[in-house]
């Protein structure tokens, strides 16, 4: 390979990181605005049923949006079982659990973009290399193979960057950012469409959110 090949390639992953990133941003701001819209609502929920009920509980019968988030998850428990697929539903849900434990569901750095990080640690880092070596077009690419990792560090776990840094090539780091990046966006819009469907129930609006 052609190190104007390898440059682009390199180029390439860093483009594509750099739109995931920006994505897992957006999805995480829409979640607090959706997470503070279902709070009010139950609020006012809660206020209109003292006063219907005059102070008394709901009937135990009552479908709250989170009975039925439950009751559907049983429904694909039930189906999940009849065909023999038990075992993915159950890690599929302690993987979004996980995630949602998460603080900020696993993202950092949400303030700045990753462009902007990176050029922060090229300019920290410069003054420990030679002229030379930082006027290299890879020198950048390379200390964003490092960035990217801080900016995974609340999703990814320590196995995960462990065997990144193992990595002397900087592509190869980058493809592995590049793929844990990737799943972390696609178990966010999977709580995208759980939010959304909570946020419907309530007769709230979601569609400006993500």
């Not at 920006?22 to 009010?40: K, M, P, Q, S, T």
């Not at 039925?68 to 979004?96: C, P, W, Y």
């Not at 990217?148 to 462990?162: F, Q, R």
């Amino acid at each position: 390979m052609s190190p104007v090949h390898a440059v682009t390639q390199v180029h390439d992953l860093v483009v594509r990181i750099g739109r995931i990133h920006d994505r897992r941003c957006r999805i995480v701001a829409g979640l607090h605005v959706a997470n503070a819209r279902l709070e009010r609502r139950r609020r006012l929920d809660e206020e209109g049923s003292m006063t219907t009920e005059e102070g008394g509980k709901k009937a135990e019968n009552t479908m709250t949006p989170d009975r039925l988030v439950g009751d559907l998850m049983s429904m694909r428990d039930f189906l999940a079982i009849k065909e023999g697929g038990l075992t993915n539903t159950q890690q599929h849900k302690e993987h979004m659990d996980r995630l949602k434990s998460l603080n900020n569901w696993g993202v950092n750095h949400c303030l700045s973009s990753l462009k902007d990080l990176n050029m922060d640690m090229v300019r920290n880092m410069a003054p420990f290399y030679s002229v030379k070596f930082t006027s290299r077009e890879m020198f950048y690419y390379e200390m964003f193979s490092f960035v990217v990792w801080k900016a995974l560090k609340d999703y990814a776990v320590p196995v995960d960057v462990a065997q990144a840094l193992q990595y002397r090539s900087c592509g190869d780091r980058l493809k592995i950012a590049y793929e844990k990046m990737l799943d972390h966006r696609l178990v966010l819009e999977r709580i995208v469409e759980e939010k959304s469907q909570e946020l419907v129930d309530c007769g709230e609006e979601c569609v400006d959110l993500w």
